[in-house]
T-cell receptor
Framework: EDQVTQSPEALRLQEGESSSLNCSYTVSGLRGLFWYRQDPGKGPEFLFTLYSAGEEKEKERLKATLTKKESFLHITAPKPEDSATYLC???????????FGTGTKLQVIP | DGGITQSPKYLFRKEGQNVTLSCEQN?????MYWYRQDPGQGLRLIYYSQIVNDFQKGDIAEGYSVSREKKESFPLTVTSAQKNPTAFYLC?????????????FGPGTRLTVL
């Protein structure tokens, strides 16, 4: 069974304090790893899709990287508006089913 | 604007009632999905549909039903058989691009059982 584990569950940063969120996965035949941002009471907003180990993608202060066992979401010099829950998900095997982690709740303090 | 709409945003249901949640997309996506989100848990798949007039059960389909009569629409009915329906319900859609599909989500419907 596919498994996705995100850590830490919650992270509190000072504005400008860079850090990383971790997503560890156990799957057979990874086809894609996804990162989403979710604000309270709203649907997840797509950030990145990563397809293979060694791939990196960037968007503003966010950079996602992928290895064969985990993915990192690096946040450089975060701002209060980056506060949200960040979700990781994987698509594997021959099925359409995506497995989601439970998320990391990020709070950036001014 | 292309996107996914869900209605209503908030829904209150009395015990024993069936309710239907609406999901519409104008992205021309082939596949559509329904998820349930509870505090402290990852999104759990209820049903998904890859083409019109066809759908498959996800991990927690008991007490739910769906239809896919049009490409743009994928309504979810929460029946009285669902024991604990209070949750945040999310609809998503995707279309194959290369080796994978990226799912895009609607704004969600919060269902509360009174």
């Amino acid at each position: 069974e596919d498994q996705v584990t995100q850590s830490p569950e919650a992270l509190r940063l000072q504005e400008g304090e860079s850090s990383s969120l971790n997503c560890s996965y156990t799957v057979s035949g990874l086809r894609g790893l996804f990162w989403y941002r979710q604000d309270p009471g709203k649907g997840p907003e797509f950030l990145f899709t990563l397809y293979s180990a060694g791939e990196e993608k960037e968007k503003e202060r966010l950079k996602a990287t992928l290895t064969k066992k985990e993915s990192f979401l690096h946040i450089t010099a975060p701002k209060p508006e980056d506060s949200a829950t960040y979700l990781c998900a994987v698509l594997a095997g021959g099925y359409q089913k995506v497995t989601f982690g439970t998320g990391t709740k990020l709070q950036v303090i001014p | 604007d292309g996107g996914i709409t869900q209605s209503p945003k908030y829904l209150f249901r009395k015990e024993g009632q069936n309710v239907t949640l609406s999901c519409e997309q104008n992205l021309n996506h082939d596949a559509m999905y329904w998820y349930r989100q509870d505090p402290g848990q990852g999104l759990r798949l209820i049903y998904y549909s890859q083409i019109v007039n066809d759908f498959q059960k996800g991990d927690i389909a008991e007490g739910y039903s769906v239809s896919r009569e049009k490409k743009e629409s994928f309504p979810l009915t929460v029946t009285s058989a669902q024991k604990n329906p209070t949750a945040f319900y999310l609809c998503a859609s995707s279309t194959p691009t290369g080796l994978t599909d990226t799912q895009y989500f609607g704004p969600g419907t919060r269902l509360t059982v009174l």
